[in-house]
């Protein structure tokens, strides 16, 4: 009920619709019922009055008189027979639109529904913390923006479809037989919710056997996801069939517990029927007993156990409809699950920044990832405006660490990093990042134009002449021009049609497009030819002019100008200054930059011999 009450929530924008269309199935149920009880005058036309059971209904009988009465009144027998059939057919026909129209009104709805939820689950996804995709597998955020949505959906049509008619066919059944007997009537209200009660367990066995089911979805979506992605890789290490087994193996974790789920959901039909044989068991006997005793009528009683019988339908479709629900109920859990998952720390009511005007400080920050231990301790260091500050050192000491808390990725766990004096926690999270410009070692190209890519997030800010303009001075125009389409071209999945060099010289034309005060900048050129990196070095050059940058830098000879440079390892600053001072002190700077350029010297000396 938890669940479902959170799902019935995105029912309220789309009311209208649920009124008309529970409306629509109500009138049908109401004719359904109709068209059953019109036997009775239906019979005695047929049969005249052998077929009318003394005492059994009267109140239907009376009711039936008063509605039927002016068609049959002094009509022959066939003719009070041809009208009743063209009523009998008229009502089942009425039934049949009405149904469709609530069908059709539901379906809406329900689509609807579905579409309102995805939207909303992206929606939240993006507002996430990036922690959160640190630990999540994208296979798996697919499966639960798509699948757990689609299968979520389907609660809502059983619900306003399913459920609603048979909800309105038992309550005008239980009506007629009411009427009839209200004591025995009364005993099967009270017989048959003893007998659900045995389905609870079942229902809670139904719930978790679907979530295993789904969360084992998700592992092969992720798992396809990645080596679809890692083709290339896969095929250079020969690694086909270890990929084909670790598929097997997930997959045959899906097939068993969406076998065990299905079984157990089959057992709703067979218990349903002996639940409804149990209560009709109990309704003769205990009405064989007031047909004995005199208090009531063998004729009444046959009418009741008539009309019982076809209380049975909706009765157990009611009993089923919690089994069939629980696949849903299931993906429902996994979708509320993410939004749950707490969003960023925006600072709604914090202050609004328009610039830098002095300085970036971080002062005493200390920070750990979820469960590992601390990647940063006490770390303090200042960037004045305009300057260009370098963090180096041996990987995993923390430098893309620090980087990312300023754009407020991930939270100090003490300490602060100030923006002129101003915590950035304080800081609206949009006007915070509106300063910054982040050009990552790993380039992300969208599947669009390269127009939206250069101008991404913001497309129609900016003029087709500031794009340009943009692209030339990162070195990026003249191929861009000669690409099938030009500046409306399409990039494909992650860039495919463009070269490293290429893909970088984009990241950059981006980053001048939107000129922000601040650039975080991680180099990533140490995988390009000779050409691309000139290029894109030019490229880089014009971007860190006259503006406030730090860059984590992999190849030391391309910071030596740097106002200051700042050397991380384990997680502490051990070195600090301009590159002439750090080489002059022969610390760990001197080190770095020695073991760098050794390396570089016997390349181009292999290099040397391979060519001779």
Do not use: C
């Amino acid at each position: 009920m938890k669940i479902w009450s959170r799902l019935a929530g995105y029912l309220k924008p789309y009311s209208a619709l649920v009124v008309v269309s529970l409306a629509a199935m109500g009138i049908g149920s109401l004719l359904d019922g109709f068209s059953m009880i019109l036997l009775i005058p239906f019979l005695r036309s047929l049969f005249g009055d052998a077929a009318v059971l003394p005492g059994a209904g009267s109140l239907v009988e009376r009711a039936l008189d008063v509605v039927m009465g002016p068609l049959l009144a002094g009509a022959s027998p066939n003719e009070a027979l041809r009208n009743l059939v063209i009523v009998v057919m008229a009502a089942i026909v009425l039934k049949n639109v009405f149904f469709y129209a609530a069908a059709a009104l539901g379906v809406t709805v329900q689509e609807r529904v579905a579409r309102d939820m995805r939207n909303q689950l992206y929606g939240h996804l993006q507002r996430l913390p990036l922690g959160f995709f640190d630990r999540s597998k994208t296979g798996q955020l697919v499966a639960r923006v798509f699948t757990d949505t689609n299968t979520t959906k389907e609660v809502f049509r059983r619900t306003m479809v399913e459920a609603l008619k048979h909800i309105v066919s038992l309550v005008a059944f239980v009506s007629v037989l009411f009427l009839i007997s209200w004591k025995l009537t009364l005993l099967a209200l009270v017989v048959a919710p003893l007998f659900l009660g045995f389905l609870k367990p079942m229902l809670y066995r139904l719930r978790r056997g679907f979530r295993r089911a789904y969360d084992a979805q998700g592992e092969l979506t992720s798992m396809l996801q990645e080596t679809a992605s890692g083709a290339r890789l896969v095929k250079a290490y020969r690694a086909e069939e270890y990929e084909r087994i670790r598929f097997g193996t997930t997959n045959r974790a899906f097939y068993k517990n969406a076998v065990r789920a299905e079984r157990i959901s089959l057992l709703s039909a067979p218990l349903s029927e002996l639940l409804g044989a149990v209560v009709t068991l109990v309704l003769v006997w205990v009405g064989a007993q007031f047909v004995f005793s005199g208090e009531m009528s063998a004729e009444a009683f046959l009418t009741f156990l008539t009309v019982s019988l076809r209380v049975q339908s909706p009765l157990k479709g009611l009993t089923m409809f919690p089994a069939r629900a629980q696949a849903s109920f299931a993906a429902g859990e996994r979708f509320l699950e993410i939004l749950d998952t707490g969003v960023e720390p925006v600072s709604a009511g914090g202050r609004r920044v328009d610039g830098l005007e002095r300085e970036v400080a971080y002062e005493d920050v200390h920070f750990a990832y979820d469960g590992e231990e601390s990647v940063l301790r006490g770390v303090s260091f200042k960037v004045k405006r305009g300057e260009v500050v370098a963090l180096v050192g041996p990987s995993g000491g923390g430098k893309s660490t620090l980087v990312d808390l300023l754009p407020r990725f991930y939270q100090p766990l003490s300490g602060r990093i100030a923006l002129d004096g101003v915590d950035i926690g304080e800081i609206q999270l949009d006007s915070l990042r509106e300063l910054l410009g982040v050009v990552s070692q790993e380039t992300i190209i969208f599947h669009d134009t390269v127009r939206a890519n250069i101008a991404y997030g913001a497309p129609d800010r900016y003029s087709q002449e500031e794009i340009e303009a943009a692209a030339i001075a990162a070195n990026a125009h003249e191929f861009i021009v000669r690409l099938p389409e030009g500046y409306d071209t399409l990039l494909g999945d992650r860039g495919v049609r463009l070269s490293g060099g290429q893909r970088q010289r984009i990241a950059i034309a981006r980053a001048i497009l939107r000129d922000p005060p601040l650039l975080i900048f991680d180099e990533a050129t140490s995988a390009l030819d000779t050409e691309s990196e000139r290029l894109v070095q030019g490229a880089i050059n014009r971007l860190l002019a006259n503006r406030t940058v730090i860059v984590v830098a992999h190849r030391l000879s391309t910071i030596k100008g740097a106002h200051q440079i700042i050397v991380v390892d384990d997680g502490e600053i051990v070195e600090s200054g301009r590159h002439e001072e750090l080489l002059a002190r022969q610390g760990p700077y001197r080190r770095l930059y020695d073991l760098q350029f050794d390396v570089a010297a016997g390349q181009i000396a292999g290099g040397e011999v391979e060519s001779s």
